[in-house]
Protein backbone atom coordinates (compact mmCIF):
# COMPACT_ATOMS: atom_id res chain seq x y z
CA UNK A 1 0.00 0.00 0.00
CA UNK A 2 1.56 3.39 -1.13
CA UNK A 3 -1.18 5.69 -0.34
CA UNK A 4 0.01 8.26 2.49
CA UNK A 5 -1.87 9.89 5.03
CA UNK A 6 -2.96 12.65 3.05
CA UNK A 7 -4.86 10.35 0.41
CA UNK A 8 -7.03 8.33 2.96
CA UNK A 9 -10.53 9.14 2.30
CA UNK A 10 -12.12 10.74 5.37
CA UNK A 11 -15.49 10.63 5.97
CA UNK A 12 -17.06 14.48 4.86
CA UNK A 13 -20.38 15.64 5.18
CA UNK A 14 -22.54 18.71 6.29
CA UNK A 15 -21.35 17.94 10.24
CA UNK A 16 -17.57 18.86 9.51
CA UNK A 17 -17.15 21.97 9.96
CA UNK A 18 -13.43 22.96 10.86
CA UNK A 19 -10.41 21.13 11.16
CA UNK A 20 -11.23 19.76 14.94
CA UNK A 21 -14.54 18.24 13.46
CA UNK A 22 -12.55 16.93 10.95
CA UNK A 23 -10.22 15.20 13.35
CA UNK A 24 -12.82 13.78 15.35
CA UNK A 25 -14.51 12.49 11.81
CA UNK A 26 -11.08 10.78 11.44
CA UNK A 27 -10.63 9.12 15.15
CA UNK A 28 -14.16 7.65 14.29
CA UNK A 29 -13.91 6.18 11.06
CA UNK A 30 -9.96 4.73 12.72
CA UNK A 31 -12.31 3.12 15.22
CA UNK A 32 -15.09 2.33 13.12
CA UNK A 33 -12.08 0.53 10.52
CA UNK A 34 -10.90 -1.57 13.96
CA UNK A 35 -14.49 -2.40 15.10
CA UNK A 36 -15.22 -3.74 11.69
CA UNK A 37 -11.87 -5.72 11.59
CA UNK A 38 -13.01 -7.25 15.20
CA UNK A 39 -15.86 -8.55 13.95
CA UNK A 40 -13.67 -10.29 10.83
CA UNK A 41 -12.10 -13.25 10.94
CA UNK A 42 -8.41 -15.18 9.49
CA UNK A 43 -6.75 -13.45 6.90
CA UNK A 44 -9.52 -11.26 6.01
CA UNK A 45 -8.63 -8.89 9.00
CA UNK A 46 -4.90 -8.54 7.51
CA UNK A 47 -6.19 -5.68 5.19
CA UNK A 48 -8.02 -3.84 7.80
CA UNK A 49 -5.09 -4.10 10.34
CA UNK A 50 -2.62 -3.18 7.76
CA UNK A 51 -4.38 -0.08 7.16
CA UNK A 52 -4.66 1.09 10.62
CA UNK A 53 -0.76 2.84 10.70
CA UNK A 54 -1.89 4.97 8.09
CA UNK A 55 -5.37 5.93 9.13
CA UNK A 56 -3.80 6.61 12.78
CA UNK A 57 -1.34 9.33 11.18
CA UNK A 58 -4.18 11.34 9.54
CA UNK A 59 -5.59 11.36 12.96
CA UNK A 60 -2.61 12.52 14.93
CA UNK A 61 -1.82 14.92 11.63
CA UNK A 62 -5.22 15.97 11.59
CA UNK A 63 -5.67 17.01 15.43
CA UNK A 64 -1.95 18.63 14.79
CA UNK A 65 -3.86 20.91 12.38
CA UNK A 66 -6.73 21.90 14.45
CA UNK A 67 -4.47 22.74 17.95
CA UNK A 68 -3.54 26.30 17.46
CA UNK A 69 -6.40 27.47 17.06
CA UNK A 70 -8.17 25.81 20.21
CA UNK A 71 -8.98 27.06 24.06
CA UNK A 72 -7.15 25.77 26.73
CA UNK A 73 -9.48 23.44 27.27
CA UNK A 74 -9.86 22.06 24.24
CA UNK A 75 -6.14 22.04 23.41
CA UNK A 76 -5.21 19.89 26.43
CA UNK A 77 -8.06 17.20 25.79
CA UNK A 78 -6.24 17.54 22.09
CA UNK A 79 -2.76 16.93 23.65
CA UNK A 80 -3.96 13.65 25.65
CA UNK A 81 -5.82 12.68 22.17
CA UNK A 82 -2.70 12.72 20.03
CA UNK A 83 -1.15 9.76 22.21
CA UNK A 84 -3.76 7.31 21.48
CA UNK A 85 -3.93 7.01 17.46
CA UNK A 86 -0.11 6.21 18.19
CA UNK A 87 -0.98 3.20 20.69
CA UNK A 88 -3.48 2.33 18.44
CA UNK A 89 -1.29 1.82 15.09
CA UNK A 90 1.25 -0.17 17.40
CA UNK A 91 -0.95 -2.38 19.03
CA UNK A 92 -2.58 -2.86 15.45
CA UNK A 93 1.34 -3.88 14.00
CA UNK A 94 1.69 -6.53 17.15
CA UNK A 95 -1.39 -7.77 15.99
CA UNK A 96 0.43 -8.61 12.37
CA UNK A 97 3.35 -10.02 14.30
CA UNK A 98 1.31 -12.67 16.45
CA UNK A 99 -1.08 -14.86 16.27
CA UNK A 100 -4.04 -16.49 18.63
CA UNK A 101 -4.50 -14.77 21.64
CA UNK A 102 -1.51 -12.42 21.60
CA UNK A 103 -3.22 -11.02 18.85
CA UNK A 104 -6.89 -11.04 19.79
CA UNK A 105 -5.50 -8.77 22.98
CA UNK A 106 -3.14 -6.91 20.52
CA UNK A 107 -6.23 -5.67 18.79
CA UNK A 108 -8.25 -5.12 21.62
CA UNK A 109 -5.68 -2.86 22.84
CA UNK A 110 -5.72 -1.02 19.59
CA UNK A 111 -9.86 -0.78 19.85
CA UNK A 112 -9.74 0.43 23.36
CA UNK A 113 -6.88 3.18 22.49
CA UNK A 114 -9.14 4.04 19.58
CA UNK A 115 -12.37 4.19 21.53
CA UNK A 116 -10.14 6.76 24.27
CA UNK A 117 -9.16 8.92 21.20
CA UNK A 118 -12.71 9.56 19.66
CA UNK A 119 -13.43 10.14 23.68
CA UNK A 120 -10.80 12.97 23.89
CA UNK A 121 -11.52 14.61 21.10
CA UNK A 122 -15.10 14.96 21.53
CA UNK A 123 -13.63 16.17 24.71
CA UNK A 124 -12.30 19.02 22.89
CA UNK A 125 -14.82 19.48 21.12
CA UNK A 126 -17.26 19.97 24.23
CA UNK A 127 -14.35 22.10 25.37
CA UNK A 128 -14.56 24.23 21.99
CA UNK A 129 -18.32 24.92 22.18
CA UNK A 130 -18.75 25.90 26.11
CA UNK A 131 -15.94 28.47 25.50
CA UNK A 132 -18.23 29.82 22.15
CA UNK A 133 -20.14 33.36 23.00
CA UNK A 134 -23.75 31.92 23.42
CA UNK A 135 -26.52 34.01 21.45
CA UNK A 136 -29.14 36.17 23.85
CA UNK A 137 -32.17 36.37 22.76
CA UNK A 138 -34.30 40.12 22.94
CA UNK A 139 -37.69 40.00 24.61
Known amino acids: MSKT ?16 D ?11 ALS ?16 VPLKAKAVVDSIGK ?9 KQSLGEATNYPQATAAHATE ?13 QKALTDARTSVQKIS ?15 KK
Open 95 to 107: ALKSSGRAAETSI
Open 36 to 51: DAVAKRGGAIKGDLES
Open 5 to 20: AETLPIAKGPRIKDAL
Open 123 to 137: EAVAAKRSAAPTLQL
Open 66 to 74: SMSAQNAAA
Open 22 to 32: HARAAAQELHG
